[in-house]
């Protein structure tokens, strides 16, 4: 006959096993291309009307191209995603940059909304360059060049989204909250490829995998002992 603490320690056990497992797949990012513009097609051009994009916990990628943002046929992309409850936008990675100017020197712009949309185009932004009232540089939360151009292309790896919070619009702070946002990214000049990882993690810290093996432990140390 098997007696109640053997059996009450037998499902402690198999519990804490669950949890271990649950905590280890949770730990496994969820990485994922969301939008491909070679694949899915051109991300919009219009900063009121951007493409809405689906992200979820872990690393969301969008490969694009912009360029030629104040001329014929320019090109700039314009997409908007939703944190959900739960989770935090906690980095903004630059994994590849796609220079083709002549030069090889030159950086593209992006800029972040907490919105849907983003209250500039192009010109706008020019404006804002010319320092006039009627396009505040606070009407969007941050913006930042990026890429360098180069040879090494020393962006690449980088984490903008901190950077993007210093050098114009209203500024954050990192981590940013569950909420509606909108990345707006041109080149004024020649053709640009890039490719962009929002990071979006769980607000709640998951109890580690040691924490589970510690209780574990204190079990089996527990039962020797009766």
Not at 160 to 170: F, I, Y
Not at 177 to 197: C, E, F, H, K, R
Request: net charge negative.
């Amino acid at each position: 006959m098997i007696c109640s603490t053997h059996r009450s320690f037998t499902a402690f056990i198999a519990v804490a096993a669950f949890l271990s497992w649950t905590v280890s797949a949770a730990n496994q990012s969820h990485a994922a291309i969301v939008h491909d513009e070679g694949i899915h097609g051109e991300l919009s051009n219009d900063n009121l009307a951007p493409t809405v994009l689906n992200f979820t916990i872990g690393e969301n990628t969008v490969i694009g191209d912009v360029a030629n943002a104040r001329g014929f046929l320019a090109n700039t992309d314009v997409f908007s995603f939703v944190v959900p409850n739960g989770a935090v936008w906690d980095s903004l990675i630059l994994t590849d940059y796609r220079d083709n100017s002549p030069n090889k020197d030159n950086a593209a712009f992006l800029a972040i909304d907490d919105s849907d949309s983003f209250p500039y185009d192009s010109f706008g932004l020019d404006e804002i360059n010319n320092a006039n009232p009627a396009f505040p540089a606070d009407a969007f939360i941050g913006g930042t060049t990026f890429g360098g151009g180069g040879p090494t292309n020393p962006d690449v790896g980088r984490d903008l989204l901190p950077r993007a919070a210093n050098v114009v619009g209203a500024g954050y702070t990192t981590p940013l909250p569950s909420g509606n946002y909108t990345i707006y990214i041109q080149q004024t000049d020649a053709a640009t490829g890039y490719t962009l990882t929002v990071n979006l993690v769980s607000a709640i810290p998951e109890p580690s995998s040691a924490t589970v093996l510690m209780l574990v432990g204190a079990a089996v140390v527990m039962r020797r002992r009766r």
